[in-house]
């Protein structure tokens, strides 16, 4: 019985730990909503690198899917952005966007401009359409961690 208390107080204890350990974040906030959107893109994009890459047999119509997917997410995450540093909206953010947001919305549009392309591209259902069409958004996805996210 004693044994039993005291596993489960043990048990408490690390649940509490975990909640404290993870940087807790209000899944109503711009920062979880826009980190979904994220997770959504990316998502998208590996099912479409997939093909790319010849992991698996590219299929016209899930690509032309993802590619919508991806277009529509691309619009999604850059509201959630407050114009005005907020301390509890920062998240991985870094302060360069805050402080060049010119730059920052240039490749948030680049993405979206990205995005439509690689619509376009799938459309075509040719996979050759895709590939530089695919390794352009990637690049833009790269370029603004490097600037703007925290490793
Ligand atoms: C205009 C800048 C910009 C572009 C373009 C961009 N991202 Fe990001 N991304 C960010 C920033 C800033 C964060 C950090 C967000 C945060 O912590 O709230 C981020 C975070 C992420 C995350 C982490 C989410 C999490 O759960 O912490 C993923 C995954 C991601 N981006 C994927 C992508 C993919 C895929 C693309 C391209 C299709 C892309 N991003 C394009 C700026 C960008």
């Known amino acids: 019985m004693s044994s039993f208390r005291l596993s489960s107080s043990v048990l408490l204890v690390l649940m509490l730990a ?3 350990g993870c940087d807790r974040v209000d899944p109503n906030s711009p920062v979880a909503q826009r980190r979904k959107v994220f ?15 010849e992991k698996q047999d590219y299929d016209a119509d899930a690509a032309i899917r993802d590619a919508e997917a991806l277009q529509r997410l691309s619009r999604q995450p850059w509201p959630l952005f407050p114009e005005m540093k907020q ?10 966007v805050w402080q060049q947001p010119e730059a920052f919305h240039q490749l948030a549009k680049q993405v979206q401009d990205d995005a439509d392309a690689l619509l376009e591209a799938s459309r075509k259902r040719s996979l050759d ?8 958004l ?5 370029r603004c961690h490097d600037q703007f996210r925290q490793s």
């Open 129 to 136: 359409a895709i590939k530089p069409a695919a390794s352009r």
């Open 39 to 53: 997770k959504e893109m990316t998502k998208a994009r590996e099912h479409l690198l997939a093909y790319v890459k």
């Open 138 to 142: 990637e690049q833009t996805c790269t």
């Open 18 to 20: 975990g909640v404290a």
């Open 87 to 96: 301390a509890s909206e920062v998240g991985r953010a870094k302060d360069a």
